[in-house]
């Protein structure tokens, strides 16, 4: 063979000895070369020695403290934990599936728990009865070997409630979003803008309330009751005497407060009532939880349509009234006169 000016490839084909490469470490390996030391992080160290990932202590707790003080306590673990005075159960009612942080005040910041409806958990009931409605929610993460600190992964306030096939889920808004759900200022409206039975109100629900029993049910939405003064006496309002002379309005927009059966505890707002006698015809705006049977007890409280002409005339609380019915507004303000005339 002539001593001729040839390609590294020709030379590997011909057989002459091939130059030195630069191959990289995938290469080197394949052929057999020796490697070079690498920096490798310990997490992959302990899988290439051990061949299974790092196992952890932590866990998720939950803990949802409702407004009637009853608290409800949950962890990701499969038994019972320990922390903080309370005792978390291993439930799978209620499962964190996402957590969302924002550290700007406008940001919404917010968290879903969802989970199937379980008899030692959250109850239907409960949930459809308004009792977890703004309950106040912390998610944490817990080491249960009690080595490390635990971690707040986010707080909030209960918002809406879904309900699907494979059981609801809780939205849980963070404190950005109750600000921003806050009036800073105060507005002027036609009507008033106190709670009613307020302190800026003035009215003594409480010793206008009538006590109620129920004598039959057409629905969840609809039942008759016998009814009569509470045994504390009406103090600014006199009852029944004077719901046959307003027509049974002042009950209108009023509370029905559930004393016993299935529905105690829960509240539904009431659309109308009619007054026959002692009876009472009530209709909800939303159904109760449960069908009310024959014996249930409950508390009737009057409600308000917050205009001046209206409760806070029968109330006779027209001197606390918060609302500018006279101020014009923005229709009055854009008004142009009519040409056509």
Known sequence: ????????????????????????????????????????????????????????????????????????????????????????????????????????????GSIELSGALARDGVDEADLYGGLFDDAFVEVWEVDYEGTQSPKRLASGWIGNVKFGKKGYVIEVVGGGARIQQLSLVNTYAPTCRWKFGGPECGFDIEGAKLLGSITSASDRGVFVAEVGLSSSGASDFSGASEADEGGGRQWADGIVRWTSGRNA?????????????????????????????????????????????????????????????????????????????
């Open 265 to 341: 505890g829960v509240e539904t707002e009431i659309q109308s009532a009619v007054f026959v006698g002692a009876e009472i015809t009530v209709t909800l705006w939303v159904v109760a939880p449960f069908l009310p049977e024959p014996g249930d007890e409950f508390d009737l409280l009057p409600g308000c349509d917050l205009t001046r002409d209206g409760g806070c005339t029968l109330y006779k609380r027209v001197t606390n009234f918060g609302g500018f019915p006279d101020v014009p507004g923005g229709d009055v303000l854009q008004q142009t006169p009519d040409a056509s005339v």
């Open 1 to 108: 063979m002539t001593d001729a000016r040839l390609s590294q490839g020709l030379r590997l084909t011909v057989g002459s000895p091939a130059p030195p490469a630069r191959l990289s470490q995938a290469v080197r390996l394949t052929i057999g070369a020796p490697t070079s030391p690498a920096r490798i992080s310990q997490a992959a160290r302990l899988v290439v020695a051990d061949a299974v990932p790092c196992v952890t202590s932590w866990t998720q707790a939950v803990r949802i403290t409702r407004l009637d003080g009853v608290v409800h306590a949950y962890t990701s673990l499969d038994i019972p934990l320990k922390w903080g005075g309370l005792v978390y159960k291993a439930c799978p009612s209620i499962l964190p599936s996402a957590s969302q942080s924002q550290t700007d005040v406008g940001g919404v």
